[in-house]
């Protein structure tokens, strides 16, 4: 009798407990679809401000042209080649600079990092040397390599090179101590103790410095071609100014946050998926 008792609470119990689920999960998808459309909402409000403004001619459109006249010139730019080649030129520029940048970067964390007394010499010009902006540079280089391509390289390297170096210094001191007395004990040799224990615990900080150095790199690179070039986006965007064709200007300044936008989303990727793949030994 006690058993029947049970099944038929269990039965009448069922449906109730189960049928809030249904609508749990709904909310659940709407407060995630929520989120992921949030980031969307000032760009969305801002277009409609920009398209009602000129629209009800708030602004002429000598200062700021509509969306849908840039909208076309994007679209010219794209079936000319223009937008294309310039497109390339930029991250060829971009991507060599970066590269350079951040390898240089890398070694150069890395002997500070592993040396004190090298730190000790080094790191106080470095920190100085640091100050100075990038466009401070541009005279003395000038003046050195020409308005070369080598002048856009070295400056975009410049950039990219600080963030690498400090992060990569930060990064090769904060092994866990815990960690480092097991390598002694073990006899880790100096090649040993970097490869197990030092880049794995350095992982996360390098990631943010590689993040960091790759957006220093590409606004170098527009600053550069703004001043001192005649091919790129930067280029496009003061070759707009110059004949007063601002739906140009606009549609160059889209393109190159939606290209520095995908790329720090791509890294931010990367960070991530290097995070996950981290010991867990060596995580927070």
């Not at 390339?88 to 520029?93: F, G, P, T, Y």
């Not at 880049?199 to 606004?219: C, H, M, N, S």
Request: one cysteine or more; charged letters at 15%.
């Amino acid at each position: 009798m006690s058993e029947t008792a049970i099944t038929v609470d269990s039965d009448r119990l069922g449906p109730i407990a189960t049928a809030p689920r249904a609508p749990l999960h709904r909310n659940a998808r709407l407060r995630a679809l929520a989120w992921r459309l949030a980031p969307w909402l000032l760009p969305a409000v801002l277009l409609a401000l920009w398209a009602a403004g000129c629209e009800r001619g708030w602004i002429a459109p000598q200062i700021l042209p509509p969306p849908e006249r840039v909208f076309d010139t994007f679209v010219e730019l794209a079936k000319s080649g223009d937008l294309l080649r310039n497109t390339l030129i930029s991250l060829q520029r971009v991507l060599l600079g970066f590269g350079a940048g951040t390898l240089l970067g890398f070694a150069l964390g890395a002997a500070l990092g592993l040396s004190r007394t090298l730190e000790a010499y080094v790191l106080p010009s470095f920190n100085a040397l640091v100050q100075i902006p990038v466009l401070g540079w541009l005279p003395f280089l000038l003046l050195l390599v020409g308005v070369g391509e080598p002048l856009k390289y070295i400056l975009i390297a410049h950039a990219a090179l600080v963030p690498v170096t400090l992060s990569t210094l930060q990064g090769f001191r904060q092994t866990p101590a815990a960690l480092d007395e097991v390598a002694r004990v073990f006899e880790y040799s100096g090649w040993q103790r970097i490869c197990y224990l030092v880049l794995p615990a350095a992982v996360p900080t390098l990631a943010t410095g590689v993040r960091l150095a790759f957006t220093k790199a590409w606004l170098a690179l527009v600053v550069v071609e703004l001043v001192a070039s005649s091919e790129g986006l930067g280029y496009l965007i003061v070759y707009g100014r110059q004949l007063f064709q601002l739906d140009l200007v606009m549609a160059s300044v889209v393109v190159v946050g939606a290209i520095g936008y995908a790329m720090n989303r791509s890294l931010d990727a990367l960070e991530a998926r290097l995070r996950r793949g981290q010991p867990s030994a060596f995580r927070e």
